[in-house]
């Protein structure tokens, strides 16, 4: 029996996908989620052996916590399951950890492959996903440091680039303090700069205003 996880913050998304599963002999879901932080927290509990996750999610997105997901659940396959397609989001989760990475369009005998798959150690791509892999390694292309930040970490990345405290950035983004504080201190660790000042710099000289 393959233990699935579901990790969405849209409920009906969540019971389409529950209901579809468990018409599957082999398949079993054993827990929902309805956000980032609890699919961490149900992964950690249950060790799924696949976890379907959405990325763009409130708090954390489905990039970190498939990092936070593939430390505590190593022998767990993530499986992307997504609207999105942008590079800001396809090489972070990839170099993240997730194993395959579909979209919300696939079809759901396409979704139950790529879940027999993972269990067999055969990753399934979106070809447009796959085609974007593929270019970037025939040019040799290595990803940018911002690529690996989280979509709410890139937010507050280009606010610090707007010469915004963490009060501001906060009360722009409805979110506490020490959140904040936590955003920053990951974003200057990921970007390898010492402090708001170079990662401001940053900001500029890529453009990411």
Wanted: aromatic content about 4%; hydrophobic content about 45%.
């Amino acid at each position: 029996m393959i233990r699935v996880l579901l990790v969405d913050d849209h409920e009906m998304v969540r019971m389409g996908l529950a209901a579809y599963l468990s018409t599957e002999e082999d398949i079993e879901v054993v827990a929902e989620a309805s956000s980032g932080e609890e699919g961490v927290k149900l992964a950690g509990q249950l060790q799924p052996d696949v976890i379907l996750m959405d990325l763009v999610m409130e708090g954390i997105g489905g990039i970190e916590a498939t990092r936070r997901i593939r430390e505590i659940c190593p022998n767990a396959k993530v499986i992307v399951l997504t609207s999105f397609i942008d590079d800001e989001k396809v090489y972070p989760v990839i170099e993240a950890g997730a194993f395959s990475y579909l979209l919300k369009t696939s079809r759901a005998a396409e979704i139950v492959r790529a879940i027999r798959s993972a269990m067999a150690g055969e990753p399934i791509l979106e070809s447009r996903v796959a085609g974007k892999i593929m270019a970037r390694f025939r040019h040799g292309q290595q990803p940018s440091p911002h690529e690996q930040l989280t979509p709410r970490e890139l937010e507050v990345l280009k606010l610090i680039g707007q010469g915004k405290s963490n009060q501001e950035i906060a009360d722009e983004l409805i979110i506490g303090i020490k959140t904040v504080k936590t955003h920053v201190s990951n974003i200057l660790a990921k970007l390898n700069v010492e402090d708001r000042t170079q990662a401001a710099i940053y900001v500029h000289t890529h453009n990411l205003q």
